[in-house]
């Protein structure tokens, strides 16, 4: 009966609201400047309602003697009248939760991961990190007091209220529930590190704070340190006092930061027990001593960071038509104005006939860009080289150079170059193929090549080859080759190649005489000689001179006979191809243009 109360009253509220007031989006506003965000869960209190949990030490906030620097922000910031927890929804894991994927998941008490824990992919840090490029977060948790920092991935309730840390409860971020799971260790960290990080401007883009139980304002904690006030509100209270004005002081707040601070879940009782709560905004780009009495609840908080960063699809409760984001805490925007126009790439080279895409980068005067090149004025400084379409594509009509430049609202870009060749064609080993080749003497030495059109090149191309060994041939086929712009044109080198033979005998005065032959001179003087010396030896007989003259007579004769004294050529050399590495050159002509390419023969 409590939440019933409750719905009729919120539904009733909602649908007067929706007709009474017009709902800003965020391309209205200046949320669209927030770049870095920071989201601080307190515990437990309404901001207004029936006070009935004031007994248990959770007073409403508004107006609240316990609450003075939070009832401090009202004239300096911008606050909610009508958030809510969403309906029913308690305790308090439900509630961080749906912060996290716009939805409770099903779960409806306070459990450890091991009993809550969910395998979904579908929860913002799991968006943020899956963004091109990527969205950067981080938690900062508080141990509990007493607990030092801690170092492993939280998965129960020793070290601190893991039921506060939702992060802690998907499988993608906690690699399987893994206490030691790098993923969440990187995430999930001690709260004493985001002084550390602010001052060093390394702060995430997407920052979830949760105070412990001593400071986030729950009921019945204790011990807490001494000196800090014995009532919880109050705690709380003084803490946010101490840590906000630390975010607020930060250069990255300043720059573009926003933050929130909202209470996880009501205390009230009756048509109050789910709310109103208490939210705050606080940015350079919110609005001051604002208040509004649209309805919200947490599926408004995961839309309006959604939007911040830009990710989807929209989680949960977020995707309802009826949930308004939070954009009407923020300042109107002002129109920005283009400032100028970069057109890109600078300079290009195509072949006539080829197209070139460029494009239009506007820059306005709030810093941000936007991509023109469907609405600017494309303009060519010579048709008859280039000419350019509306959505900034360049045509090759013939050879030179045209400037392409865009316009819009007065501004025109810089000029970029681009250059138009004639059709030209290329030479290279076919896909796989080598352009260096080793045969032996007698083999075929075999090259796949192919003609390569560029820029809409087509026709026949004559093909020759130059630069073969002595005793070979090399041939093309085919050629011409006949080129078409749909794909390269195959075409085969052929080296041939001759064996080398082994050296014949040389007969020397016939087949069996190693005896080299004299020309004919040489036997008359070997017989001069030799009579000469015989005529000197007086001591031999005639007869025995004429027998020895005899002897030596016959020898000669024979000698003669045998081919020993007859004329002869000198053997030829081993024929074939000889053995080395050569550089052939394959030459490709068509209608005056020229392309040459090498390759590489050995021959053993």
Not at 267 to 276: H, K, L, N, R, T
Request: hydrophobic share 40%.
């Amino acid at each position: 009966m409590k939440h019933l109360w409750k719905i009729l009253a919120l539904s009733v509220t909602m649908l007067s609201l929706l007709f009474a007031m017009p709902v800003v989006t965020q391309a209205q506003t200046q949320m669209s400047n927030v770049k870095h965000v920071f989201i601080i869960l307190m515990e437990n209190h309404n901001w207004t309602g029936d006070n009935s949990a004031a007994s248990a030490g959770d007073p409403d906030l508004k107006g609240s003697s316990s609450a003075p620097y939070i009832n401090s922000l009202i004239p300096l910031r911008a606050h909610a009248e009508q958030y809510f927890n969403p309906p029913g929804n308690h305790p308090s894991l439900p509630n961080y939760l749906w912060l996290e994927g716009g939805t409770n998941f099903g779960v409806t008490a306070d459990l450890a991961p091991s009993g809550a824990g969910q395998t979904t992919t579908q929860h913002l840090v799991t968006q943020l990190v899956n963004h091109s490029p990527a969205v950067t977060w981080k938690a900062y948790a508080e141990p509990d007091f007493g607990n030092p920092d801690f170092t492993d991935c939280p998965q129960d309730f020793n070290e601190l209220d893991v039921n506060h840390v939702p992060f802690a409860y998907f499988s993608d971020t906690t690699d399987g529930f893994s206490t030691s799971s790098p993923n969440c260790i990187a995430h999930v960290v001690p709260y004493s590190l985001l002084a550390t990080d602010l001052a060093a401007g390394t702060v995430a883009q997407y920052n979830f704070i949760t105070p412990n139980l001593c400071h986030d304002g729950h009921e019945a904690v204790s011990p807490c340190a001494s000196g800090e006030n014995s009532d919880n509100t109050r705690r709380a209270d003084d803490w946010l006092s101490v840590e906000v004005p630390k975010i607020l002081n930060s250069t990255v707040y300043q720059t573009d930061g926003a933050v929130f601070i909202v209470w996880d879940e009501a205390e009230d009782g009756g048509a109050f027990s789910d709310g109103p709560i208490g939210m705050f905004v606080l940015s350079p780009f919110a609005k001051t001593n604002y208040q509004n009495s649209i309805p919200y609840d947490h599926s408004s908080m995961v839309k309006t960071l959604q939007e911040i960063f830009g990710v989807t699809p929209l989680l949960g409760g977020a995707a309802n038509s009826g949930t308004n984001d939070l954009s009407d805490f923020f300042l109107a925007g002002s129109t920005p104005t283009l400032t100028s126009i970069s057109v890109t790439p600078t300079s290009a080279s195509i072949a006539a006939g080829a197209t070139q895409a460029f494009t239009a980068t506007g820059t306005f005067s709030d810093g941000s860009t936007q991509n023109l090149s469907s609405t600017a004025t494309w303009t060519s400084s010579n048709a008859a080289v280039a000419t350019i379409s509306t959505a900034g594509v360049a045509t090759g009509v013939a050879a030179g150079t045209a400037n392409i430049a865009a316009a819009q609202s007065g501004v025109t870009s810089n000029m970029a170059v681009l250059t138009v060749t004639a059709p030209d064609f290329s030479l290279s080993a076919a896909n796989g193929a080598s352009t260096s080749v080793t045969v032996t003497a007698g083999q075929v030495a075999t090259f796949s090549l192919q003609v390569n059109p560029l820029g809409g090149f087509t026709g026949s191309v004559s093909l020759a080859c130059s630069g073969a060994p002595t005793q070979a041939t090399c041939t093309v086929s085919p050629s011409p080759a006949t080129v078409s712009t749909a794909s390269a044109a195959p075409f085969t080198v052929s080296v041939t190649t001759t064996a080398r033979a082994l050296a014949a005998a040389v007969a020397m005065g016939g087949p069996f005489s190693p005896v080299p032959q004299w020309p004919t001179p040489i036997t008359a003087l070997t017989w001069a000689v030799a009579l000469g010396s015989l005529t000197r030896v007086r001591r031999l007989k005639p007869v025995r001179v004429s027998a020895l003259i005899g002897v030596l007579f016959a020898c000669l004769t024979l000698l003669n006979a045998c081919g020993g004294v007859g004329n002869s050529t000198a053997p030829p050399p081993p024929a074939g191809t000889p053995a080395g590495t050569y550089t052939l050159t394959v030459t490709g002509t068509s209608s005056g243009v020229t392309q040459t390419m090498s390759l590489t023969l050995t021959v053993n």
